[in-house]
């Protein structure tokens, strides 16, 4: 049986972002390894399938700091990936976000593998302007261009402007690299509430990782402003804590938002399908370098209009108008008069509709099952 090896950054990204789609059709007749790293106090020790389908799925503990660049870490980790790679000796790499891709691209250029790098959104490093940022970016970019050199190397990313940023960049060739439809969604499994509408007033869900460029101080301004106009909002704040991230958000504003009302802390909810039946509408005001968000493709689904930035996948999966908002990122302004907007019931069943169909027709489960299938078949 062929072997397909995943390297991805950290085991709860793999739990929400991949697990669904390893143990599908989408590895049918490979042997599966997945190579990750896990965060202290992680609920990430669970026990994990073995197998899926009769195929085995194997997983390998790496010790990795996903936002650290110290050499001596990175080096631990290169020569950690380069043993395992070396013992199972597999057909295809797939790596994942940006250290694996890097070290990973390393070592299939060495060796000429082939190898498939997944750009789920290119992060704060692409979308913050200071001078770390930029030399940061630079250097990124001059380690993908040697790593595409591989023949056998291909890059799939999440939107069409990431691709556009790497082709002009002279990382790909002016047709070079794949598009995925974002993570897919199961759209048996989030689809519209068969019940009447939550009850007023307009509740709004933030449910992302807790990082000051996912916009939420924005939405937290907009609807104080909406409030101040006069217009009742609840914010149900669901989201994953990630204090090793540089640009976390402090817990104590949280805590203090929720103190004074103007959000409600839910924690980290799993069970989003429940969640979304409980709000009007979904928003993520990001600032962020995103790919294209799940959340925002699991509330179309359900058939909730989405307010968000047009940024990168976020402007390109929402069509402005049609299935949802889109604002300027740090517009708060029109955030808030989004907000206003949504007021309209009529217009949220309408633009939820149109954003159930956009999901049904190109971004479900099954459309990024296939991608990656073909993708697959191409590389090896």
Not at 229 to 242: C, F, H, M, S
């Amino acid at each position: 049986m062929r072997k397909l090896f995943f390297f991805i950054n950290v085991d709860w990204y793999y739990d929400l972002h991949w697990q669904e789609r390893i143990l599908s059709e989408m590895t049918d007749s490979f042997e599966v390894h997945v190579c990750m790293s896990s965060e202290p106090g992680s609920a990430q020790e669970q026990a994990r399938p073995g197998s899926y389908a009769g195929r085995p799925i194997v997983y390998h503990d790496i010790s990795m700091h996903r936002t650290s660049a110290g050499i001596l870490s990175n080096l631990k980790a290169f020569l950690a990936i380069r043993r395992l790679l070396r013992e199972i000796q597999p057909d295809l790499i797939h790596t994942v976000t940006i250290k694996p891709n890097l070290l990973g691209g390393a070592l299939a250029r060495f060796s000429r593998q082939p190898i498939l790098m997944t750009l789920p959104g290119l992060g704060t490093v692409f979308s913050e302007s200071n001078v770390k940022n930029r030399v940061l970016r630079s250097f990124i970019l001059l380690l993908y261009r040697w790593i595409g050199r591989n023949p056998q190397a291909g890059m799939v990313f999440e939107n069409e402007a990431d691709r556009a940023l790497f082709r002009s960049e002279g990382v790909l060739s002016p047709n070079g690299g794949y598009l995925s439809p974002g993570s897919g969604v199961d759209t048996e499994r989030f689809q519209p509430a068969d019940t009447s509408p939550p009850t007023p007033p307009l509740t709004v869900l933030f449910a992302a990782r807790l990082l000051n460029q996912k916009g939420l101080d924005d939405l937290v301004a907009a609807a104080d402003q909406r409030r101040a106009a006069g217009q009742p909002i609840r914010i149900l704040v669901a989201g994953i804590q990630d204090p090793s991230a540089p640009d976390a958000i402090d817990m104590r504003i949280i805590e203090a938002w929720h103190a004074t009302g103007q959000i409600e802390w839910l924690g980290r909810v799993d069970e989003m399908e429940a969640l979304f039946r409980r709000v009007h509408v979904v928003s993520l005001p990001t600032k962020y370098g995103e790919g294209i968000p799940r959340i925002l493709i699991e509330a179309a689904a359900c058939g909730l209009p989405v307010l968000t930035t047009d940024v990168g996948g976020c402007g390109e999966f929402v069509l402005n108008g049609r299935t949802g908002r889109t604002v300027s990122p740090g517009d708060i302004g029109a955030l808030a008069k989004a907000l206003e907007e949504m007021e309209n019931e009529g217009l949220r069943r309408e633009m939820g509709r149109a954003a159930r169909e956009r999901v049904v027709a190109s971004y479900s489960r099954a459309h990024v099952i296939d991608t990656f299938r073909g993708i697959y078949s191409d590389l090896t």
